[in-house]
């Protein structure tokens, strides 16, 4: 699927657009049951492993794919493991792709806000992470853009005081550490793709 949504012309009309994001492949991957790898089957997933989900990020990374992938599995994750069946509702969308999930990191905030939180300006609920973690809804988050050197459109998100504390708890400051870890190893698998694939193209016009 990445292949086929990777060529040099889909690519540059994904690159010619305000964001980086492209519909059509993120329809297929839904489609074909790649967003939902990591849901349990009950909430319309495949209820397989990291290490698979791993495997097709590094696909993504080989093809330039252009959907926040690692960020939305990262927030399914987090939400299968922490939240409650009120939570778990998110699930079954973001395995179809109806819902794109994000993860506003630890590693990331600032005193006032989250940066650089990817597909910000797509998602439709975020997993924020900052002294706990919490589930909130794209309605309760304001939203910035930043486009980046890369094309990717990132947001910067700041939460009203009330929102936030109003928003359902998903885990205390293990889970901090818990969901911050997944992240950045889908994020990983991603570059090792990127990696991959850049050092492949180098060697074919050597």
């Known amino acids: 699927?990445?292949?086929d949504y990777g060529t040099p012309e889909n690519l540059r009309k994904i690159?010619?657009?305000d964001d980086r994001f492209d519909a059509a492949l993120w329809s297929a991957l839904g489609d074909a049951g790649?967003?939902?790898l990591a849901i349990a089957e009950e909430h319309g997933g495949a209820g397989l492993g990291i290490l698979e989900v791993g495997?097709?990020?590094t696909e993504q990374?080989?093809?330039l794919g252009a959907v926040p992938l690692a960020s939305h599995v990262a927030a399914s994750l987090a939400i299968a493991e922490f939240g409650d069946e009120a939570v778990k509702r998110h699930l079954?969308?973001?395995a179809s792709g109806a819902s794109i999930l994000t993860v506003a990191s630890v590693l990331d905030r600032t005193d006032e806000a989250w940066i650089a939180v990817p597909a910000a300006t797509r998602a439709t609920a975020f997993v924020v992470v900052g002294d706990d973690v919490r589930l909130l809804d794209a309605a309760d988050v304001s939203v910035e853009a930043q486009q980046v050197s890369t094309g990717e459109l990132l947001g910067l998100v700041r939460i009203e005081p009330e929102a936030f504390a109003a928003a359902p708890v998903l885990g205390d400051t293990s889970a901090v550490a818990w969901v911050q870890q997944?992240?950045?190893a889908l994020q990983c698998a991603v570059q090792l793709g990127v990696t991959e694939g850049a050092i492949?193209?180098?060697s074919a016009y050597a």
Do not use: W, Y
């Open 34 to 36: 790649l967003l939902g």
């Open 15 to 17: 690159d010619a657009q």
């Open 61 to 63: 990374g080989r093809a």
């Open 55 to 57: 495997a097709v990020l």
């Open 182 to 184: 997944r992240l950045t």
């Open 92 to 94: 079954e969308s973001a």
């Open 200 to 202: 492949k193209l180098t």
């Open 1 to 3: 699927i990445f292949g």
